[in-house]
């Protein structure tokens, strides 16, 4: 810095009125005596250390210069150039390569692998998924996803579940966005993550696509032997099915989301008949009941089949479908 002309530029601002802001708690012995430390400006408000490093700023400042440099350097470099350096102290970080997307926790089983047990699915493939430390067993994939595991032990038996998923070959961690594990505040519940930015489920839910139903596949809005109740009955191919429900637009399949049991929801089965040629599954309410009215498919699922069930339309739960 050029000195002379620094003391120049000082006197003509201090020419005029100034003023004193002095820091009582930062003195300095000098040969002189006891200095204090603070800033001049004038009475226009210009500080004269800014002013004098803007206009007559000649090196740099090294930030380990011993003097604390590193407290000012950043300061004295915006003044002396006019430019304030972009700050990516706040730059979002790369996620992780691997990443965990399309996972379902559902707390309760249709499968006869493990009849009411937790089963989960996820992508991607060939990982390991850990439960409160401990790892589930693989089963064959079903509903469009890559790995399917399971536990003989019903979702509420893990409580507030959480699930990391590894990777098999190498053992690192696959990731839920930034997140190495994910944690299900109630192991009783259905819960579902799709991807970055999704934990704890989809502002929207998802309507589930359903066909036109078969001959084989009929809706009886009441039906005597069920005692009044709606039922499906089933024949031909499907007469053999694991399992029937009433669903939701979104899938489900209950009234209470911290109980499975079949009296828990008029949307489950509550006892089957069996005939000649057919199989009758009674539900929990007649047709025309109000908490029949958002019903918008029937599920079916054969035996020892573990991936999507069929799904056939019913338009109106007060209206008999074949």
Not at 174 to 187: E, K, R
């Amino acid at each position: 810095m050029d000195y002379t002309e620094a003391k120049k530029v000082l006197s003509a601002l201090v020419a005029e009125r100034s003023f004193r802001f002095f820091d009582a708690g930062c003195t300095q012995e000098t040969i002189s005596g006891t200095a204090t430390v603070g800033q001049l400006a004038t009475a226009e408000g210009l500080g004269l250390s800014e002013e004098v490093v803007t206009e007559y700023f000649g090196g740099v400042i090294a930030a380990d210069n011993g003097c604390s440099g590193n407290q000012v350097a950043s300061c004295l470099e915006i003044l002396s150039t006019g430019e304030i350096p972009e700050d990516t102290s706040g730059a979002p970080e790369a996620l992780p390569a691997r990443q965990v997307s399309n996972f379902l926790w559902k707390p309760d089983s249709e499968s006869p692998y493990n009849p009411g047990g937790v089963s989960i699915l996820l992508d991607p493939c060939d990982v390991n998924v850990f439960v409160n430390g401990s790892q589930l067993l693989d089963y064959p994939t079903g509903n469009g996803r890559c790995v399917t595991v399971r536990s003989a032990q019903e979702g509420c038996f893990f409580g507030a579940a959480t699930v990391e998923v590894k990777d098999k070959a190498t053992g690192e961690v696959v990731y839920f966005g930034s997140q190495p594990s994910v944690l299900i505040a109630n192991g009783c519940t259905r819960f579902e993550y799709d991807g970055v930015g999704s934990v704890g489920g989809n502002d929207e839910e998802p309507e589930f696509n359903c066909d036109t139903a078969p001959t084989t596949v009929q809706y009886r809005p009441e039906l005597e032997e069920c005692g009044g109740n709606a039922a499906v009955i089933l024949s031909g191919s499907f007469q053999g099915a694991f399992s029937v429900q009433l669903r939701l637009p979104d899938g489900g399949d209950r009234l209470d989301e911290d109980c499975a049991l079949a009296n828990c929801t008029p949307y489950k089965v509550q006892r089957y008949i069996d005939g000649a040629g057919t199989k009758t599954a009674c539900f929990g309410a007649p047709g025309n009941a109000n908490v029949m009215n958002n019903v918008h498919h029937t599920s079916i699922k054969m035996a020892g089949d573990d991936s999507d069930p069929d799904r056939f339309c019913i338009p109106d739960m007060r209206v008999a479908v074949n």
